[in-house]
């Protein structure tokens, strides 16, 4: 298409450091606010004028009302009107134009390089966005106008994917430039699926009204599943699509996808595309507006990157929809003949490492400390999951076996998560990083685990597949092919794992880590 522009023209493009970048950022910055606040201070003329015309008016005949003294004459007030439009309108064109001169260069120097850090790159193009076309199949609701920016195609894991932020609006012209009218602003991604799906089918909680060009008559489904049916409207015309679908499990997914994007969400299956509407209210990867910081910037940017990362994992986690048929199978059997289950082990570190991991290692499984004691520190509870988690003590199973099940390896892929606390006391950065070591658990099992040959997959604390634990409930584990032990309860310390393997077990102050393993 015209507009593409390929990965190649970015990286042939000189990159600044950031000093450099940062000096051009400035005046760029200076300039778009000084034409900003311009095109405000010329709003209040229009503003007072009109409000001054309607006092002594009457606008609609043209005629002096009876009981006004008008001290302007009505030429003279709509002139003063249409050139504070012209000029204010002008002043908003040259902030936009500075403001897409600032985009461009942190895409050529910042955004650019992350994202293909971050993915397989394919295409980039910080002015372009998703096709209309595309987004109409998504069945949003009514809308007529859209718009966009930062729009990139690339590779994450085996699944080819379109990312743009996204701007759908009602109105037409300048009302859709604005805030006017938007029915949904935020991220949008489309993921490519290998599955034919029998009919599209909708699962939304952004709030919108039906579209008006015969798509009203969506008819609604019933997931019984009360926490989902509570947060989600489910619209298909096929309702055998919907349950084949929308599994007990995937319904977990969705939900924990929801919490990690903290808004609304659009999600719609047609024409083998996921597309996934992320509701935020705002652009990612959007300029400061104050003097650049670049180091504040590329940590910005990497925590939005961080974002499509985890919605991403949450839904790879569906098997069904994103491998395809007898892949898992016919490349176990090619790794085996190949040998790859006992396959370099720096092979495994990289791939640690590629799927989020801080640092890893592979240790042998004699040199590890195992102890019955760590048992007797679980029944102490201080965790609270004693009793309330399938994979937790007592109902994880006695401890010598599972000691004697886990020496019967040979090796250990240990890796780990670091999370950031503001300080000693941030509880909430200690909960954001268990999730994020949750999310690295996941991408090791679809990537990693995959390898190797019956391997057995610890993590740290109780299992979280679930939102809640089927113990708490009394039902047996939903998922027991996806549930996770801690190292602790099968008796390794988890210290000397970490200085057995070299990697540090405590990382600084204001510093939290988590650690997982994968016996093989």
Not at 451 to 459: I, T
Request: aromatic share 10%; proline share 4%; with cysteine.
């Amino acid at each position: 298409m015209e507009n593409d522009v390929n990965v190649s023209s970015f990286d042939d493009t000189p990159k600044l450091d950031d000093d450099a970048l940062a000096e051009k950022l400035a005046p760029l910055g200076k300039r778009r606010a000084f034409f900003q606040a311009l095109a405000i201070i010329f709003m209040v003329p229009i503003i007072f004028l009109y409000l001054y015309l309607n006092i002594y008016y009457d606008t609609p005949h043209g005629g002096l009302r009876s009981e006004a003294t008008p001290e302007m004459g009505l030429g003279t007030a709509i002139s003063i009107m249409l050139i504070s439009c012209v000029i204010s309108g002008f002043c908003g064109v040259q902030a936009r134009k500075f403001n897409k001169k600032k985009k461009k260069l942190i895409g050529e120097n910042v955004l650019h390089g992350m994202l293909a850090e971050n993915f397989e790159l394919i295409e980039y193009d910080p002015d372009k966005s998703i096709e209309k076309g595309l987004l109409q199949d998504a069945r949003i609701g009514y809308w007529n106008s859209s718009a966009g920016s930062d729009f990139f195609r690339a590779k994450y894991g085996a699944v080819y994917f379109t990312f743009s932020d996204v701007r759908l609006s009602e109105g037409r012209g300048k009302a859709a430039q604005g805030n006017q009218g938007v029915i949904y602003r935020g991220q949008w991604l489309i993921l490519n699926i290998d599955k034919e799906i029998p009919s599209w089918l909708v699962v939304s909680d952004v709030l919108q009204r039906d579209r008006q060009d015969g798509q009203a008559h969506r008819p609604k489904v019933q997931i019984n599943n009360e926490d989902f049916d509570k947060k989600f409207t489910v619209r298909t015309r096929d309702p055998d699509t919907a349950f084949n679908i929308l599994t007990p499990h995937f319904m977990e997914l969705i939900m924990s996808a929801r919490a990690v994007a903290g808004c609304g969400m659009h999600i719609c299956f047609v024409d083998k595309h996921l597309h996934i509407g992320i509701n935020t209210g705002k652009n990612s990867f959007a300029p400061c507006k104050k003097a650049p910081n670049i180091p504040e910037l590329r940590e910005k940017v990497q925590q939005e990157i961080g974002l499509v990362k985890a919605i991403l994992d949450e839904f790879l986690l569906n098997e069904w929809l994103f491998e395809p048929e007898n892949q898992s199978v016919a490349t176990k059997e090619n790794y085996m003949k190949e040998g790859v289950a006992n396959m370099n082990h720096n092979e495994l570190i990289e791939a640690a490492v590629k799927c989020g991991a801080s640092a890893a290692a592979v240790v042998d499984v004699d040199k590890i400390t195992f102890d019955r004691e760590f048992r007797d520190a679980c029944e102490k509870n201080f965790c609270g999951k004693y009793g309330k988690n399938w994979t937790c003590p007592p109902d994880c199973g006695d401890i010598d076996e599972m000691m004697a099940k886990a020496k019967s390896y040979k090796h250990v892929l240990v890796f780990q998560s670091i999370g950031l606390l503001e300080d000693s006391y941030d509880i909430e950065g200690m909960q954001e990083a268990a999730k994020n070591h949750n999310k690295l658990m996941a991408a090791v099992a679809r990537d990693v685990v995959p390898l190797l040959e019956n391997p057995l997959r610890l993590g740290a604390g109780g299992c979280h597949v679930c939102e809640r634990c089927g113990k708490m409930d009394d039902i047996p584990c939903r998922f027991p092919e996806k549930a996770t032990v801690s190292l602790e309860a099968y008796g390794i310390s988890v210290t000397d794992l970490a200085s057995l393997s070299g990697l540090k077990y405590i990382n600084g102050v204001n510093t939290v880590t988590f650690f997982g393993g994968i016996l093989f």
